[in-house]
């Protein structure tokens, strides 16, 4: 996929009270950029009437969604939407957190992770997860890479090559195949994200979740893991919650709109608004409320 | 910038006037801001006490080990195997041993029996708290456990003497009252606290996004424990068992009393025998005259404990660089 490939994504004037807001253009210009899709997702992770609450506080509720085999599926909505919520949820790091509980069904590949008899382990093996925040581990780059494997007990007859080639696949073996016996620590913020990239796909999973994987990054950075995300879902299937919609245009194929809606007490309580593929979110949306994020009019 | 000052002074290379048309602008000090003055003094006071303490410590323990050396070699001191401080003439220095070595084994040997008991239990206790307990249960656990370091020492030498001692007398065959397992176990207990909490502190203060990173790679409780949280807090938990150290060296309560006053030179820790502290409080509580060997002893001893104590902080200092794992 190097072929150089203009995006051209507008929105039309549509408005309900035929007021005209100032029409907004995103230009997006990429060597590497993902192809459009066609039809339903097949389903790799489906989500049934999901609701997440948090002790008492209803965090997401309704959320019916799924998710396609080697697609990059992007998260968007403004902040408290539930969108990271919800994506904790596709491999339980939800667990983590004390009064946190999940209804409804996250299907993979039709078994529900929430399951009586399902190993946790071996959701997140399958199901690998990127964070906000570069956050390798304060050992060595080899080490970091080795986790994985050595903590869920993979067999592997050979560290070094499963090493190297996930440091390849996160396009970073160039970079620090000189000093893997180095701390993590001494990498740039962009090369720390993409070794936690590298660290997620040392395990061999299926699936990467990636919860904002470039807000704390730089531009150029961020660039080159928009990049790399493209070139991995040649391979894995990819989730991202993003609050940069340009990046959402960019690298997805289908786009999940949320927001939150305050009940009568007061709660605010996330939605999915609009699931559709990113051209149709971005091109001609269908809910009101998509529409006026994307072009910038709340949020 | 290099030329900028921390204080906000001006910087040496300042103050060059630059052509300027428009009306004048008055950058000098509007008040003298003799309140800060005030306060930067006595903070500075605060700080410089605990050096002049120490340096009074040093000078004061100088002479009379000067004294103390011209009439016992450092050989014989350091190397001899036998004490005798307390025997004879009082003003005799030749009719003595002045070997410190059964002092010294004696110390180190209930030392280590304490941290077999202190770094297990301690670390355990961090490791409960900080990983596997609730909000709740920490909130109720970690104070009675911090109660545990509020004990007098004394209380735990009669525990020792009138507890331990006695379970343990069928159990091992100690002959005597006295032994040095005992001690050297109650004082474990005793530092239990010391080591549990500091090491707590240290684990609770790895940032919890390393903690969520290893469980999203599929890694359980105690692999994220054992691989991430611990190397991650290594430097905090070394610290903790070296103070851990300082404080068995130093503690004279227990071992006064459950450890017995009769140096002896053995590896068996079932015997009683007499450790540095506990000779300092048997000779300064006794009829120790002024300017006599034993008083003079006395300022040897202590200058020994302090020694091994700063070399113990040393040697702690490099391991803590070595091991550090920043985060």
């Known amino acids: 996929m190097t072929r150089s490939e203009q995006r051209t994504v507008s929105t039309e004037q549509r408005t309900t009270q035929g007021d005209s807001t100032p029409e907004k253009q995103v230009t997006i210009e990429r060597s590497n950029t993902v192809a459009p899709v066609e039809g339903a997702p097949d389903g790799v992770i489906t989500l049934k009437d999901l609701e997440v609450f948090y002790s008492d506080f209803r965090a997401v509720t309704d959320v019916n969604m799924s998710f396609g085999s080697r697609e990059i599926t992007a998260l968007i909505g403004p902040s408290g939407c539930g969108k990271s919520t919800v994506l904790r949820c596709l491999n339980r790091m939800n667990d983590l957190v004390p009064g946190a509980r999940v209804e409804g069904a996250v299907a993979y590949h039709g078994v529900d992770i929430y399951g009586e008899d399902v190993d946790v382990i071996e959701v997140r093996r399958r199901i690998g997860m990127v964070f906000q925040k570069p956050n390798p581990f304060p050992k060595s780059i080899y080490d970091n890479v080795a986790y994985g494997p050595r903590v869920t007990g993979m067999k592997v007859s050979d560290m070094d090559t499963v090493v190297e080639r996930a440091l390849r696949g996160a396009a970073l073996w160039d970079e620090v195949k000189d000093k893997l016996k180095q701390n993590a620590f001494g990498l740039s913020g962009g090369q720390q994200q993409r070794l936690c990239i590298a660290r997620a796909i040392a395990t061999s999973p299926e699936v990467i979740l990636m919860d904002e994987p470039c807000s704390a990054l730089d531009p150029i950075a961020t660039a080159k893991i928009e990049d790399l995300m493209v070139e991995l879902a040649s391979t894995y299937t990819i989730i991202i919650v993003t609050h940069n919609m340009q990046q959402a245009a960019r690298v997805s194929q289908r786009t999940g709109f949320f927001t939150a809606e305050a009940d009568e007490k007061g709660q605010r309580t996330g939605k999915l608004v609009e699931f559709d593929t990113t051209e149709h979110i971005f091109g001609n949306p269908s809910d009101a409320r998509t529409e006026a994020y994307i072009t910038g009019r709340f949020g | ?327």
């Open chain 2, 1 to 327: 910038m290099s030329t900028k000052t921390r204080d906000g002074g001006r910087p040496e290379s300042g103050g060059h006037p630059v052509a300027w048309e428009g009306p004048p602008v008055d950058l000098t000090a509007q008040s003298p801001r003799i309140g800060e003055k005030i306060i930067k003094a006595v903070l500075v006071g605060a700080a410089a006490l605990s050096v002049l303490v120490t340096v009074g410590i040093v000078a004061s323990l100088f002479a009379p080990v000067a004294e103390f050396f011209t009439h016992v070699s450092v050989g014989e001191f350091l190397f001899g195997t036998e004490w005798t401080a307390l025997f004879g003439d009082k003003f005799n220095w030749d009719d003595k041993s002045w070997g410190v070595l059964p002092l010294v084994t004696a110390t180190l040997m209930i030392t280590l029996i304490s941290l077999v008991v202190a770094v297990p239990f301690g670390l355990g206790a961090a490791i409960y708290l900080s990983e596997y307990a609730s909000q709740r249960v920490r909130k109720i656990f970690k104070p009675i456990l911090e109660i545990l370091a509020g004990v007098p020492t004394v209380v735990y030498g009669f525990l020792a003497l009138t507890v331990i001692t006695p379970i343990l007398k069928p159990l091992l065959g100690i002959e005597g009252i006295y032994s040095m397992i005992s001690p050297g176990i109650v004082m474990g207990f005793m530092i239990v606290p010391t080591v549990a909490s500091l090491s707590e502190d240290a684990m609770s203060a790895v940032p919890l996004a390393l903690r969520q990173g290893s469980y999203a790679l599929g890694a359980n409780r105690m692999q994220t424990t054992v691989r991430v949280v611990f190397p991650a807090a290594l430097s905090g938990i070394v610290a903790a068992v070296v103070l851990g150290i300082s404080r068995a060296i130093g503690e004279t309560m227990i071992v006064a009393i459950a450890a017995g006053n009769m140096p002896l030179f053995t590896a068996d820790p079932l015997k009683g025998a007499q450790t540095m502290t506990g000779f300092i409080a048997q000779a300064a509580s006794g009829d120790t005259p002024h300017g006599s060997p034993s008083y003079y002893a006395l300022f040897a001893i202590g200058a020994l404990l302090f020694v091994m104590t700063l070399l113990i902080n040393m040697i702690s200092i490099r391991l803590v660089r070595k091991y550090r794992q920043a985060y």
